[in-house]
């Protein structure tokens, strides 16, 4: 493989396309694998012979001994579920030790965030994870966050802690008739995070630029989907983060020239999880079939993902804002054995057809799907490593959604394995 910069990883649909086992591919070129959004609502899988990862928090480059992961100032920390997760990796032998790093200007996810997402759904039901994401930022934003830099102080943790809870306690008693929260426990608990966090907590932007400078390679990890942004994703129906690839730049301390690359994951059709229009969605009969044979069940909380045909509309405007130059196509033999395919090529609206994806759900929720129709195949592509060797028809459905989409396919994914990849001849990493 050849050397081609830095690249973002980033998902182009509504997240969970696979972005792990991409990264997982390409970080045995990288030094340094980074994530700068998200927090613990993100599921990330990976094969390691025949043993199943899912990573929450930590970049899945810390499978390999070697790489150095970090955690950007643009992430949200959940420490229970970090040190959850370390230690599980402890148990496979897998060691964080000196090579992982977290921003001393990470927000802190603490248990009122968590609180407040379980009570608000009751009324919105946006169907988040409930880990607190959404109520972590809004205090970020708020000027109100805790940092993991705050942790390490236990004077100016206190105090901030202490300033928070009065209005905390006032809205989960008052407004959503929960039990309130009781500052003193959570001093104590996560005074002790602080210490165990203290040996990982440092500048993060200082640090990657330095390396950057030292001409080490970094991997950008995406965490959602580029629908699922808080600004080009189907609002409410987000996250509270910038999924695309902008959010690398702010959620890492870096500046865009720092940026060679960016490869958006795709998965061959579509699929989401809680709730938000899925205007692609399939019958209640097909949906059920994608669901059992793709294994669409959320790495993060388990519940079942709604399955859809590919749209064309979503991953074309995805790539335009993340400036995506190739796709990753992943999940293509989940099709296998399909009759007919669809892809959605435009969107029946009061009587117009629209070419490009609403922004306004409104809108977006009375859009009804143009298909075209294509030939299945009925032959399994999990073997198959060279494109030569994919069924005609699949070669076609490929070259299909590079013709409405823009940009050329580099990667093609045929399994949940490293190995059950097909590099095409325009990758470069
Ligand atoms: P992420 O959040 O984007 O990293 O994706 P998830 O890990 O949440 O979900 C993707 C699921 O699809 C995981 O269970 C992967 O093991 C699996 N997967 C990834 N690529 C492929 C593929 O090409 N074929 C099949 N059958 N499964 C895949
Ligand atoms: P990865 O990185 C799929 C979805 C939730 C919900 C919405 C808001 O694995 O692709 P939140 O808890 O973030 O406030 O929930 O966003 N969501 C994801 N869906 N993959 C993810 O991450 C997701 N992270 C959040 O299901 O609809
Ligand atoms: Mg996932």
């Known amino acids: 493989m050849e050397w081609m910069g830095n690249i973002v990883v980033v998902g182009v649909q509504w997240g969970d396309e696979g972005k792990g ?7 045995q070129e990288a030094d340094i694998v980074a994530r ?16 199943e990862f899912v990573l929450h928090l930590i970049p899945c480059g810390i499978l390999y001994p070697e790489k150095v992961c970090i955690l950007g100032n643009g992430v949200v920390i959940d420490p229970k579920v970090l040190f959850e997760e370390i230690d599980q990796l402890q148990n496979y032998g897998i060691s964080v030790g000196d090579r992982f790093f977290i921003s001393d200007s990470a927000h802190i996810t603490l248990p009122y965030h968590k609180q407040v997402d379980g009570a608000r759904e009751l009324s919105r039901r946006l169907g988040t994870t409930q880990r607190g994401i959404g109520p972590t930022y809004v205090d970020k934003m708020g000027r109100i966050g805790i940092r993991t830099s705050d942790l390490l102080d236990f004077e100016i943790f206190k105090e901030k802690l202490k300033k928070n809870a009065e209005e905390k306690n006032f809205i989960l008693r008052e407004f959503y008739k929960e039990t309130g929260w009781d500052w003193q426990d959570t001093l104590e608990e996560f005074q002790r995070y602080g210490e165990r966090l203290r040996p990982w907590i440092t500048d993060t932007s200082l640090l990657i630029n330095k390396a950057l400078d030292e001409g080490k390679r970094i991997l950008f990890e995406g965490a959602q989907g580029t629908l699922l942004d808080i600004d080009f994703g189907t609002y409410p129906y987000v996250t509270t ?24 994951v795709a998965k061959a059709y579509t699929t989401r999880v809680g709730e938000g229009p899925l205007p692609t969605e399939f019958s209640p009969d097909l949906d059920e079939m994608m669901r059992i ?21 979503v991953v074309r405007k995805s790539v335009r804002v993340n400036g995506a130059e190739s796709l990753a196509i992943t999940k293509l033999d989940v099709l296998d054995g399909l009759e007919r395919l669809r892809i959605c090529v435009g969107y029946q609206y009061r009587g ?5 994806f609403p922004n306004q759900i409104e809108v977006l929720q009375e859009c009804e799907p143009v298909y075209e129709q294509l030939e299945g195949w009925q032959k399994e592509t999990r073997a198959v490593r060279r494109i030569e060797d994919l069924p005609r028809e699949a070669r076609k459905y490929l070259n299909r959604i590079e013709e409405l989409v823009g940009v050329k396919i ?20």
């Open 241 to 264: 983060s910038n999924a695309s690839a902008g959010g690398v730049c702010t959620g890492l301390g870096i500046g865009p020239t720092r940026i060679q690359q960016v490869l958006g």
């Open 352 to 356: 117009r057809t629209l070419s490009e």
């Open 410 to 429: 580099s990667i093609v994914s045929v399994g949940p394995r490293r190995d059950e990849t097909i590099l095409l001849e325009n990758f470069h990493w």
């Open 36 to 51: 700068s959004q998200g927090g613990a609502n993100a599921g990330h899988t990976i094969f390691r012979k025949d043993r």
């Open 21 to 27: 086992k991409i990264v997982d591919l390409l970080a």
């Open 293 to 313: 044979m793709g294994r669409e069940y959320g790495a993060t909380t388990g519940r079942p993902r709604r399955c859809g045909w590919l749209d064309a509309l």
